[in-house]
């Protein structure tokens, strides 16, 4: 069975937002919402900073809380890859999993119901990447199986320090940043 | 130094959570009350006050099942995707503390609907005979009477932490990170229902003896309290930036005015003369430890999305 996740190398990232627009675009996100976003992360004291652009989303968490606390299983862990996904009409809109994520990768549709980033399963299952990596024009997302040793999003992970976001949450996260 | 910058400025999330507003404190209020009503209409079935009072066992049900109702009603009003709400019987997940909510309230209301068949009061009898009927058999088997005095306590008790458990459960959200809240939630709600039934009753020994209770309940939440912020206080720094927000932070101010002294300590001081009898008993008390109890949900709801991991 497959795991899939996303690795994002955050020192081609430039920031250009192609893949908050092609997630806009081919999930028809509704105006004045976003499913993925760039994150500009500076530290250090002047002039010694250093500035991480990232590119982020929905963590698709091994220990997802948005599925454990959803009263009514809207929201679940899809049979492929493992993809975490909300069921549209089994969501009732008590926002329970948007308070669960300390991610704030999910908002509320204005039809009502919990939406966030679906790795674009309906691509993936396809055979197609999600749109994002599909349209990054410095290719610095990589989408993959990570129990698969051989896969791209393995063998980056094998070779490159990497980091996940709020580890310390004890979610789990499936996207990895490499530094 | 760290500076974090996202494009993202999604409605309700950023640049701070907060998705829920008046409708959740105000229904986790109304659920700890009903708890606290329950346990204490539990507690004079079980001291078989039925049989003498002529208001708290009577009405206190009927009042329990208003309150609820209204609560489940703030619920509803909450939804985002109202239609489907009926969704959240159609399963039961069992870690989510919301569905675990959701089937208690459904079967409160049955504990509730029974307990008031102990006694029906004066202006109901003969409206329902098959109510009249069901009350003459309970009354042949008073353990059936027992057993609903301690079934009414036993789900008030569930209701009451499972207020403060579902909060508790969002482990995203460090301010609600305490095994304490339900705790506080419970007895804020038992405080809150003695302070409700001294408020009507007509009755001089339930008013004294639930004032009496009140000021138990009001000195247990303030250690209660004390054990919440110590807790976070000597926990990460996301728990301790958490619980300033109530301490020194942009809350303090309703925290420590509303919460701790006019919800808490001002009707305990009240209420303590008038028990030993140096002042009359007055609504002031009670309405305060009422209100109190409202903005304390306000405070920890509100308080609880400000609180973040970032």
Not at chain 2, 205 to 225: C, G, H, I, P, S
């Amino acid at each position: 069975m497959s795991r899939y996740g996303m690795v994002i190398d955050t020192v081609r990232c430039v920031g250009c937002m192609d893949c908050v627009v092609a997630c806009k675009t081919e999930n028809n996100v509704p105006e004045g919402f976003n499913r993925d976003w760039i994150a500009y992360d500076v530290q250090g004291e002047f002039p010694t900073l250093q500035m991480e652009i990232r590119s982020e989303r929905c963590n698709h968490c091994d220990a997802p809380p948005c599925v454990y606390c959803c009263p009514t299983g809207a929201s679940h862990v899809h049979d492929v890859g493992g993809v975490v996904l909300v069921d549209y009409d089994k969501c009732i809109g008590c926002k329970a999993c948007v308070a669960s994520c300390p991610y704030g990768a999910r908002f509320i549709n204005p039809e009502g119901y919990a939406e966030k980033c679906t790795f674009c399963i309906h691509r993936v299952e396809e055979g197609l990447d999600p749109a994002c990596v599909s349209v990054c024009p410095t290719h610095c997302m990589h989408f993959g199986d990570l129990d698969d040793p051989n896969s791209e999003v393995s063998t980056l992970l094998a070779s490159r320090r990497h980091h996940t976001l709020m580890p310390e949450a004890g979610t789990k996260p499936r996207i990895f940043y490499l530094t | 130094m760290q500076e974090l910058t996202i494009t993202r400025h999604n409605e309700m999330i950023d640049p701070l959570l907060h998705i829920w507003g008046w409708e959740i404190p105000v229904y986790l209020f109304l659920g700890g009350l009903v708890a606290g009503i329950m346990i204490i209409s539990g507690y004079f079935v079980l001291q078989h006050r039925y049989r003498h009072t002529v208001f708290t066992t009577f009405y206190l049900p009927y009042i329990a099942l208003a309150l609820l109702s209204g609560g489940m009603f703030a619920l509803f009003l909450d939804l985002e995707h109202k239609i489907y709400f009926w969704r959240l019987y159609t399963t039961f997940e069992w870690t989510s503390p919301m569905s675990w909510g959701s089937w208690i309230l459904l079967i409160i209301y049955p504990a509730l609907w029974v307990n008031t068949l102990i006694r029906i009061p004066e202006p109901f009898k003969g409206k329902i005979p098959l109510f009249d009927r069901l009350s003459a058999l309970l009354h042949q088997h008073p353990v059936l009477i027992r057993n609903i005095g301690v079934l009414n306590m036993v789900l008030g008790v569930a209701l009451g932490m499972y207020t403060g458990v579902l909060l508790s459960s969002f482990g995203a959200r460090p301010l609600w990170n305490s095994a304490m809240l339900w705790a506080l939630f419970l007895v804020s709600g038992l405080s809150a229902a003695a302070a409700f039934v001294h408020l009507i009753t007509t009755d001089v020994y339930e008013r004294e003896m639930l004032a009496k209770a009140d000021n138990a309940f009001l000195t247990l939440e303030l250690f209660v309290f004390g054990g919440f912020i110590t807790g976070l206080l000597t926990s990460t720094k996301v728990h301790i930036d958490a619980v300033r927000l109530l301490l020194d932070g942009p809350y303090a101010p309703v925290f420590w005015v509303f919460v701790i002294g006019l919800g808490i300590l001002v009707p305990l001081a009240i209420q303590l003369f008038a028990v030993n009898h140096k002042i009359r008993h007055t609504a002031i008390a009670p309405i305060l430890v009422l209100l109190g109890g409202l903005t304390l949900r306000f405070v920890i709801v509100y308080a609880g999305q400000y609180s973040t991991w970032a």
